[in-house]
T-cell receptor
Framework: AQSVAQPEDQVNVAEGNPLTVKCTYS??????LFWYVQYPNRGLQFLLK??????LVKGSYGFEAEFNKSQTSFHLKKPSALVSDSALYFC???????????FGSGTQLTVLP | DGGITQSPKYLFRKEGQNVTLSCEQN?????MYWYRQDPGQGLRLIYY???????QKGDIAEGYSVSREKKESFPLTVTSAQKNPTAFYLC????????????????FGDGTRLSIL
């Protein structure tokens, strides 16, 4: 079975500071990893994905994520946070023979002005 | 513009009533999905369909039913057997998760919020 853990329910960061939202995963075989963002009363928007290749993946709105196979992690990062980045962030994984995504429980990011 | 349309945005169910949530996509995607979102629990898969006239149960299918008569449409019925239906329901679609497409992201609608009267 595949699983995703987002250990922080809430992350607060000051505007202009770097941000990190943590994600660890468990799958059999090679993982496909995704980050999504959700604004209030909206659906999820795709940010970025890791399939293979470079461990540092760049995505939308200045976000990037680093794949670390030995630590089974895929943390989301941004060098300089904006107030408009405040939202709910979900990590998701698909691996091995699975044909469905498994989502983490989400991390609420608040960027303080 | 291509995308996924969910309707209605808000829905209220009376005791013993079945209600149907609509999901339509014009992305020409083969696969469609229904998720339930509860606070602090992330998204849980209810049903999914990889091709017309075929669908599979997800992790929490009890009390729900679906149909896939057309490629563009994947309606979800919340039956009276679902005792705790209050939640935010999200529909998604993607290219069929075959060997070459399992890395494609899912596209989401803006959800339907279901409440009990």
């Amino acid at each position: 079975a595949q699983s995703v853990a987002q250990p922080e329910d809430q992350v607060n960061v000051a505007e202009g500071n770097p941000l990190t939202v943590k994600c660890t995963y468990s799958v059999s075989g090679n993982p496909y990893l995704f980050w999504y963002v959700q604004y209030p009363n909206r659906g999820l928007q795709f940010l970025l994905k890791y399939i293979t290749g470079d461990n540092l993946v760049k995505g939308s709105y200045g976000f990037e994520a680093e794949f670390n196979k030995s630590q089974t992690s895929f943390h989301l990062k941004k060098p300089s946070a904006l107030v408009s980045d405040s939202a709910l962030y979900f990590c998701a994984v698909m691996g091995g023979s699975a044909r469905q995504l498994t989502f983490g429980s989400g991390t609420q990011l608040t960027v303080l002005p | 513009d291509g995308g996924i349309t969910q309707s209605p945005k808000y829905l209220f169910r009376k005791e013993g009533q079945n209600v149907t949530l609509s999901c339509e996509q014009n992305l020409n995607h083969d696969a469609m999905y229904w998720y339930r979102q509860d606070p602090g629990q992330g998204l849980r898969l209810i049903y999914y369909s990889q091709i017309v006239n075929d669908f599979q149960k997800g992790d929490i299918a009890e009390g729900y039913s679906v149909s896939r008569e057309k490629k563009e449409s994947f309606p979800l019925t919340v039956t009276s057997a679902q005792k705790n239906p209050t939640a935010f329901y999200l529909c998604a679609s993607s290219l069929a998760p075959g060997a070459s497409a399992s890395n494609q992201p899912q596209h989401f609608g803006d959800g339907t919020r279901l409440s009990i009267l």
